[in-house]
């Protein structure tokens, strides 16, 4: 699997009010709750992504909440994946259970810029940046995490097991 | 190699002689815990993985508590899918309105909850519960439909922080003090991935409540859980309110901590999350020239009864400041009853407060307080983020009911001794 697109860059300790506010979780329609990915600090990026586009961010990315529609709108705007220094515990774990990929890589989190084209390999781990020509070695999930996301997400898993 | 105290009560529930920071384990739940936001997405994963029965509706608690009374109709029809999933599963632990709380300060309360268990909940807050002794942290929907299936939850078992407390906190200190002061000195990843682990000859000193709080911003640090050793405080507060018997389990002498961090509690000041991050802490004392146009006293982290106290104690005989609005959510309806009783509620209103039922709302932004942009608040809630209680271009500042209660009086940030009269 891999995704290739147009990086839009965050900063440290991106929380969940910011990925999807509270004001709107009256619904659990993925959809709706979707139109409003990242509002209060980039009323841009919802009009702007494009199937396959990269987030880029720095610490403890999705700190916060454990509302997993944070991750669900994410992937529902059709982001390839998350790249980031760190991501917050429950965001990482909820990302996984829900099958959006995300990618631990504080050089490739510093080094890439806004607007730069990547490619990421979530086989390899291997990030890409095609606007610079660098490439980062992302670290790869444990075996229990790849058969969670190889098996379709959490509860894909147990039922198969 | 010894285990913290966190380690072991994993390894029971694991079914294990020990464990190790790192391994991945698959760990039995005593409970499963959603609310009226969590659940609905919860049900939708339980139901469409096929699953048709929880796995013991004893173990299942859900709570009704964000945005109830319901806010609008979409909220209602998630309280909905809620009491229909309750009412079909046969939950036993299911707490609407009449009966609800915020859910953290009503699961101990109820005795849900109690020393040496292992609780998941669909609520980042779900850390609070460390405070009994459990080990117990926050999940999300999918987890919590996972986990109401089986009953089990997969864990990758965390180092700990072991934080020594010594001294007590002077009077105007609270739990809230203690919190806000470590996470300004580790930051909101300081913690994370891992537990802290609060001990030392300070511990008996601090009140359920106060603990209650400090493991309730565990999560604020980026930790896993937060945890208190069991003492005479906790099993005087279990006794006759837990539901099972709680079970008491003691880090092991050699145990290994990442760090040790010493705090000296007498040296604890009341103190002040600026935004837009609870580490961005100063003490109260330096933000006298900092103007609030509301007060909101309540949450999972401040709506217990010691807390209504402090307000009370600050409040009563008084007035709050001319162009301030104090909102006061008591977090249960045992609370709310008390503070009925004993006057509080009167007192409250006639310093010019308002009472509310108990809710999540204003905390997270959902209602009951919204803020418009420019405002500013001073809230004994537990997040600052941008946006968090409204309009993006408002102020949020975390504080101690005390520091809250005293700001109300003044009109700005205030310190609780600045109000002694």
């Known amino acids: 699997m891999n995704t290739q697109g147009k990086v839009f860059k965050y900063p440290d300790n991106v929380d969940t009010d910011v990925i999807i506010p509270a004001r709107y979780l009256n619904t659990p329609d993925a959809a709706e709750l979707a139109l409003h990915c990242m509002e209060d600090i980039d009323t841009d990026f919802v009009k702007q992504v494009q199937p396959g586009d990269v987030m880029v961010a720095g610490w403890n990315f999705g700190c916060g909440s454990s509302r997993e529609h944070a991750p669900l709108v994410i992937k529902t705007c059709k982001t390839g994946c998350v790249i980031a220094k760190s991501f917050a515990r429950i965001f990482y774990r909820n990302a996984i259970n829900i099958g959006l990929p995300i990618l631990e890589c504080e050089q490739a989190a510093e080094e890439i810029a806004a607007g730069d084209q990547v490619k990421v390999d979530f086989d390899t781990g291997v990030i890409a940046d095609l606007t610079t020509g660098k490439t980062y070695q992302a670290r790869p999930f444990p075996p229990f995490i790849q058969n969670i996301i190889a098996k379709g997400g959490l509860l894909a898993s147990l039922k198969e097991d | ?421």
Not at chain 2, 87 to 105: L, N, P, Q, R, W
Not at chain 2, 358 to 379: R, S
């Open chain 2, 1 to 421: 190699m010894g285990m913290t105290m966190t380690q072991k009560i994993l390894a029971a529930h694991a079914g294990l002689d020990s464990v190790e920071a790192g391994q991945l384990i698959s760990a039995k739940l005593d409970i499963v815990l959603g609310n009226d936001i969590t659940t609905p997405v919860a049900v939708n994963e339980f139901n469409k993985a096929g699953f048709t029965e929880v796995f013991d509706k004893d173990r299942v608690a859900i709570v009704l508590d964000h945005f109830v009374p319901n806010k609008d109709i979409k909220a209602a029809e998630q309280s909905k899918t809620c009491r229909d999933f309750a009412c079909t599963h046969c939950v036993s632990h299911f707490y609407d309105v009449g009966k609800m709380g915020i859910e953290h300060a009503l699961l101990p309360e109820q005795g849900v909850v109690t020393a040496g268990d292992c609780i998941i909940g669909a609520d980042s807050h779900t850390c609070t519960y460390g405070a009994l002794g459990a080990f117990s942290t926050g999940v999300g929907s999918t987890d919590m439909a996972a986990g109401m299936a089986t009953g089990t939850a997969w864990f990758k078992v965390p180092s700990a922080i072991r934080f020594n407390l010594t001294g007590k906190l002077s009077a105007d200190c609270s739990g809230k003090d203690v919190i806000l002061t470590i996470i300004g000195m580790i930051g909101v990843d300081g913690a994370l991935y891992k537990s802290m682990e609060f001990v030392g000859k300070g511990v008996h000193t601090l009140s359920m409540d106060d603990r209650l709080c400090i493991c309730n911003m565990a999560i604020e640090a980026g930790a896993k859980n937060g945890i208190f050793p069991v003492d005479d405080v906790t099993l005087a507060y279990l006794d006759g309110r837990s539901e099972r018997m709680p079970v008491v389990y003691e880090a092991d002498a050699d145990a290994l901590y990442e760090q040790q961090i010493d705090i000296d509690l007498s040296q604890i000041v009341p103190t002040v999350s600026c935004p837009h991050l609870p580490e961005n802490t100063r003490p109260a004392a330096e933000l006298g020239g900092v103007k609030i146009d509301q007060v909101v006293i309540g949450s999972c982290t401040n709506g217990r009864m010691e807390d209504m106290e402090i307000a009370y104690q600050t409040l009563r005989g008084k007035k709050i400041a001319d162009g301030v609005r104090c909102i006061i959510i008591p977090a249960t309806m045992k609370i709310y009853k008390e503070c009925v009783e004993k006057g509080y509620v009167s007192a409250f209103i006639d310093a010019g407060a308002v009472v509310s039922t108990p809710t999540c709302g204003p905390c997270l932004g959902g209602y009951m307080g919204i803020l418009a942009a420019g405002e500013v608040c001073i809230a004994t809630t537990n997040r600052n983020f941008v946006g968090r209680m409204g309009h993006v271009d408002s102020k949020v500042y975390l504080a101690s009911p005390a520091t809250a209660a005293a700001s109300a009086l003044t009109g700005y940030i205030t310190a609780p001794q600045e109000v002694q009269s």
